[in-house]
Structure formats: structure tokens, C-alpha cells
């Protein structure tokens, strides 16, 4: 058991993310089908598509927000399966920044970011909250820490949202649709962040449509369509050279 | 290229504010709302001054028998001469003290965590839960030195109080977990709690009252007396929790499922999350309703008149067939359901108090 969880399924390679032929249904209605994806240690994922193709339920599934039905998924060299101690350990390495950030309203934002290391990590309060400001500080809200997220900006809030999900210092980080919910001013200020973080070597895996986005910073743009992975390419050949007409036919329409 | 200064803002219109503004938009919005404001104002008039002339210009305070009561107003001495025994029941007098005191350490405990800025509040609220249900007992009940005062002997407003305090201490965490046994996504949890809140909420409390202190007595073996006013508590207690327990849920399906989503995120436990982040916002939104609920509790606890226990309206009542004080029961429905609103409406505005304490997003 020990064995099987300290090795991943290929050795050798450097792998933070590997899933394999997974498949995932709500209820008869199959989301995803055979998904197969190795993302590399540093390695910046773009991943785009048309509503309801599944991209959201793929990445959910990664930290068993969702659960797949088959097929495996290994996430640093540990199999996310039913054991509860596979899903807490998987749960602390990777962050996850949601569409609507889903800060919690009855914290201030600084309690926002100490949660979890103190409760999750147990980390004494003081050493928390230097973390917590540090973060604070690399988002570029470090005045807004005794505010409630009720009082902040949508960008504001979706910003503490990435420094909550920093302080417990993971090694991959999940964005689903980050920007999708901000006004046209606010966009700008989050993307910000993210380029910095990618540009820090963060394993990053995003849904998004910010193609401009996409272009500067991904390694592997993936394109999905109901609920399978169409086509993966660089970005720059993603977006001069599409292979299938499905992508064609989307690129055309968003760009 | 021209720059763009913004205007500078103008003070609001002088109509919409001050006095005139005011009654205009509240008081003569419309003519219908002017014609209601006219006949409140007319309702008021012709029968406040006679409700007030009654109970307090022409009422009668002084003296200790009906023969004083001569204003033709209210006569309160009546309610004076019976006052301990509304508040005491029948406790002997020389052990009063008990009772005052039981309460009056409730009261501090209770103002400890409810004022702000006290310090220790944990060791306090510990202290309240944990040791203070053992001196209450003693105090009231009797042992440790103490002469033994029976239940049957507890009444009047002291009985009503104990009741809902206890009622409520118990109300609230059984009704937590019966809301969250019935939204867990484990099959017999869940039955137990539906089972248990259907069935609770499908029978009067009277009845509940009714089967424990006279069905249950002959379905137990003959040696094992439960006392009756354990038996009511017993029924009070899981009767509300059942409500209790819906109006909680009401707050758990009020809540975003992203909450629960960014908490298993972090990696919190079923539990962490639950008390760090859901029930906090859940038992917020709910606050109305859970105020509610014990209100409704308070008030309750008048029906176990029926069982033969002498809380403060039927006490009150029973005083009405005194033969040296006939006739004066309007002054003591008056009496008892003054006392009920009191407690009831600083129910209501602490929950007020706490609702806006608690608000924690724009303030408008």
C-alpha cells in the first residue's frame, strides 16, 4: 500500500499530474470521456472550450471535488482514490481559485488566509499570519487585511482568494474560470498575479478564455469538446496551425 | 483632448428631508396611506387614554386586601399580595434565596458572554456549560447541606424560566445535529433524523406533554418513577429541536455550495469546515428564525398546565379562585402576559442587536 503510494504509476519521469483513461458520468450523462493528461513539474496548462464540455469537471476532479468513476489519477506520485488520507495530502498540495472566489464572508481576509494553515497545518497563529501577510503582499492588498470580503472590489477578492490558497504553500495550483465573474477593469489586475506566479515556476493548470492570456504564459494549450480532450499543442501553434475543424471553428469565434 | 471633472454632488431636495420629509414618505405616501395614518391616529386616541387612566392614573397600589381597591381602576394589589408565590410557586420562603441566587449567577454568565469585550469569554462560556447546570441543580433542588425542595413544590415564573432555559440549551445543539444527520449524504443518519423530525413535528407539544406525564408512567416498571417535570423537559427539549432542526437546515441550503467547496479545497475536514466555516454563516442567516423558535418555546411552556405543573400563567390562574381576592383576573392576565413580553421582546431585540453585530458586508 505504502509502495504504491510513494510510486507513481510511470517512474522515472518528473510528472506532477497523470491521468489516465479516466472517464466520469453524472448520473447517464458521460462528462468526461477517456481523459489521458501528464502535466510536468512547472508546467503551465492553458485548458479552453465551449461551456459545458467538461473543463471545469476536469479540473474538479483533480482535487476530488469531483469523483471520477474510472480510470486513474495520480497527483505527485499519490493515487486519488477513496482513502480519505490519499484525498486530505493531495487537498494541501494543490490550490484552487474558484469563478465566484468563494471567500468566506464571515471572515475577515486575513482569517481567510489563516484558516486553513492553522487548523489543516497547525501552524502557530503568529507564523500564519506573517505568511499570511506575505501573500497579502505579493497580491497587493496587504491594507485590505481587516477588511471583510463583503467590502473589497470583485479583482480584490479574487485576489485574496490566490493568496488563501498560497499560504498553504501548494505545489500545483487549479483556476477555474478566475476571471469569468470580473468586470472588464478588474481582469487586468488578477491576470497580473497569475503571470507573476507563473513566471515563479507555480505548476499552474487553468480554464480560461483569456486567450491573450493563454499566449503569454502557457506552455500546453488543451482544447475539450463534450467532455474529451480534441487537441494539445503549444500555444503558438495552437493558435496559427489548429489541427481539427472543431478547434478552427472555436478559435474563430473567440478570437 | 478635454478632461473630464466630475460635477460636484448637490445636497438632496429639501422635501425628502427633516420632519416633513419624513412623515411624507412614511405617514402620506398615498391617500390610502394617508386615510390609514388618519384612522390609526383616531384609534389611538379614543382608546389609549382609557387603557391608561385603567392601569395606571386610576389603579389602585396600596394596601394589602380587596377592600383597598377603591379607584375603580386596576387593582394591583392584588398581584402585590400574591407576587412570591408568581415568581416562587410554592419553594418555602426561608430558601428563596436559592432560587435568587441560582438566577442572578445565571444573569452575570449570560451578560458575561452576551456584552462585548469581556475578557476569558472561552473559560466563561465552559464554566456556563459545564459547571453551572451542577450548582444550578443544587441550588435549586437541594443536597450538599442544602434541605431538599421537591419539583412539585417549584411554580410560578421560576418554573417558566427553567424550562425554557433548559429547553433552549438543549433545543439548539440536538437541532444542529438532527439538520445536519438529514442533509448527510450516509442513508441511516439521515433516516434517523427524518424520522425523527417528522415524527416530532407531526404531534402537538400537548399531546407530547400528555403522553410523558400519563402514557409513559404505565409503560415503565413500577420502581422506576421519572420525575414529572423531567418528563416535561424531556418532551419540551426534543419537541423543538425538531424545529429547530428545519429552521438550521434552512440556513445550510441557504449557503452557497462554493463555501463548502473552497473549505474541502483547503483540505479542511468534514468537521473544520462545518464549524469554521458553514454553521457560523448557516446559524447567522437563520438568526430570525432560531429567535423564533425559542420564543415560541417560551411561550410553550405554558401547556404543562396541563400535566399539573404550576408555571407562571397557571399559577396565576389558580389564584383567581381564592375566594378573598374574586374577580380580579383581568388584572392578572395582564400581569402574567406582561411578564411573557418582556422576556419574549428582549429576545427579539437582542436578535436584532446580534443580526446587525454579525453583518459583515456593505453597510447601507
Not at chain 2, 394589602?64 to 416562587?88: E, I, N, P
Request: glycine fraction near 8%.
Amino acid at each position: 500500500m505504502t509502495q504504491a503510494m510513494t510510486q507513481p504509476a510511470t517512474a522515472g519521469e518528473d510528472l506532477a499530474i497523470e491521468v489516465k483513461g479516466m472517464h466520469k458520468w453524472y448520473g447517464d450523462f458521460h462528462v468526461l470521456k477517456d481523459i489521458n493528461l501528464n502535466v510536468k513539474r512547472r508546467e503551465r496548462i492553458i485548458i479552453c472550450g465551449p461551456s459545458g464540455c467538461g473543463k471545469s469537471t476536469l479540473i474538479r476532479c483533480l482535487n476530488r471535488l469531483e469523483v471520477h468513476q474510472r480510470g486513474e489519477i495520480w497527483i505527485d506520485g499519490i493515487e486519488l482514490n477513496d482513502d480519505l488520507k490519499h484525498i486530505e495530502k493531495i487537498r494541501r498540495d494543490i490550490g484552487m481559485v474558484f469563478q465566484q472566489f468563494n471567500l468566506f464572508p464571515h471572515l475577515t481576509v486575513m482569517e481567510n488566509c489563516c484558516l486553513a494553515p492553522i487548523w489543516v497545518l497547525k501552524k502557530p497563529r503568529r507564523e500564519a499570519e506573517e505568511t499570511a501577510m506575505h501573500y497579502l503582499e505579493r497580491v497587493k492588498i496587504p491594507d485590505q487585511a481587516d477588511k471583510y470580503p463583503g467590502q473589497l472590489s470583485g479583482g480584490q477578492q479574487q485576489r485574496v482568494a490566490i493568496a488563501r490558497s498560497l499560504c498553504m504553500n501548494p505545489n500545483i495550483m487549479l483556476f477555474d474560470e478566475p476571471t469569468s465573474a470580473l468586470d472588464p477593469e478588474m481582469i487586468k489586475e488578477v491576470l497580473d498575479v497569475m503571470v507573476d506566479l507563473a513566471n515563479e515556476g507555480m505548476t499552474m493548470l487553468c480554464v480560461t478564455h483569456e486567450m491573450g492570456f493563454a499566449k503569454t504564459v502557457a506552455d500546453r494549450v488543451i482544447f475539450m469538446d463534450s467532455g474529451e480532450i480534441i487537441e494539445e499543442n503549444d500555444p503558438e501553434s495552437f493558435f496559427s496551425n489548429p489541427q481539427s475543424d472543431r478547434t478552427k471553428l472555436f478559435l474563430s469565434q473567440i478570437l | 483632448m478635454s478632461v473630464h471633472t466630475p460635477h460636484p454632488d448637490l445636497p438632496p431636495p429639501s422635501t425628502s428631508v427633516g420632519i416633513i420629509g419624513w412623515a411624507r414618505k412614511n405617514l402620506f405616501s398615498s391617500p390610502l396611506n394617508s386615510v390609514l395614518t388618519l384612522g390609526a391616529l383616531y384609534l389611538v386616541v379614543r382608546f389609549l387614554p382609557p387603557v391608561i387612566n385603567w392601569a395606571i392614573l386610576d389603579a389602585n397600589w396600596a394596601g394589602s386586601t380587596r377592600d383597598a381597591c377603591t379607584d375603580g381602576g386596576a387593582c394591583w394589589v392584588f398581584v402585590k399580595v400574591r407576587l412570591t408565590q408568581f415568581m416562587f410557586g410554592f419553594y418555602p420562603a426561608d430558601q428563596y434565596w436559592r432560587v435568587i441566587l441560582a438566577f442572578g449567577l445565571l444573569g452575570v454568565l449570560i451578560a458575561w458572554l452576551l456584552i462585548e469585550k469581556t475578557p476569558k469569554k472561552s473559560w466563561v462560556a465552559a464554566f456556563t456549560i459545564l459547571v453551572y447546570p451542577i450548582i444550578a441543580f443544587v441550588l435549586f433542588y437541594g443536597g450538599l447541606g442544602l434541605p431538599v425542595v421537591e419539583t412539585n413544590k417549584w411554580g410560578g415564573l421560576m418554573l417558566t424560566l427553567i424550562l425554557a432555559t433548559i429547553g433552549m440549551f438543549f433545543a439548539l445543539p440536538f437541532g444542529i445535529i438532527l439538520a445536519l444527520g438529514r442533509r448527510s449524504s450516509m442513508p441511516i443518519p439521515r433516516a434517523l433524523s427524518v424520522v425523527f423530525i417528522e415524527l416530532w413535528r407531526g404531534v402537538p407539544l400537548i399531546t407530547v406533554l400528555f403522553m410523558s406525564s400519563v402514557m409513559l408512567p404505565l409503560f415503565m416498571p413500577e420502581d422506576l418513577r421519572i420525575d414529572k417535570l423531567v418528563r416535561a423537559l424531556v418532551g419540551i427539549s426534543l419537541f423543538q429541536s425538531a424545529y429547530m432542526a428545519e429552521v438550521i437546515r434552512g440556513g445550510l441550503q441557504a449557503l452557497p455550495k462554493g463555501q463548502s467547496e473552497a473549505a474541502d479545497a483547503l483540505g479542511l475536514s468534514y468537521w473544520q469546515a462545518m464549524f469554521l466555516v458553514i454553521l457560523p454563516q448557516a446559524l447567522k442567516t437563520v438568526i430570525p428564525g432560531i429567535v423564533n423558535t425559542f420564543i415560541e418555546l417560551f411561550k410553550d411552556t405554558t401547556l404543562v398546565l396541563i400535566i399539573g405543573l404550576m408555571d407562571l400563567l397557571s399559577i396565576v390562574q389558580s389564584a383567581f379562585a381564592d375566594p378573598k381576592w374574586l374577580g380580579f383576573s383581568v388584572e392578572g392576565y395582564v400581569f402574567a402576559g406582561l411578564v411573557y413580553w418582556i422576556f419574549c421582546f428582549s429576545m427579539s431585540r437582542y436578535s436584532q442587536h446580534l443580526e446587525r453585530k454579525l453583518h459583515t458586508g456593505h453597510k447601507r
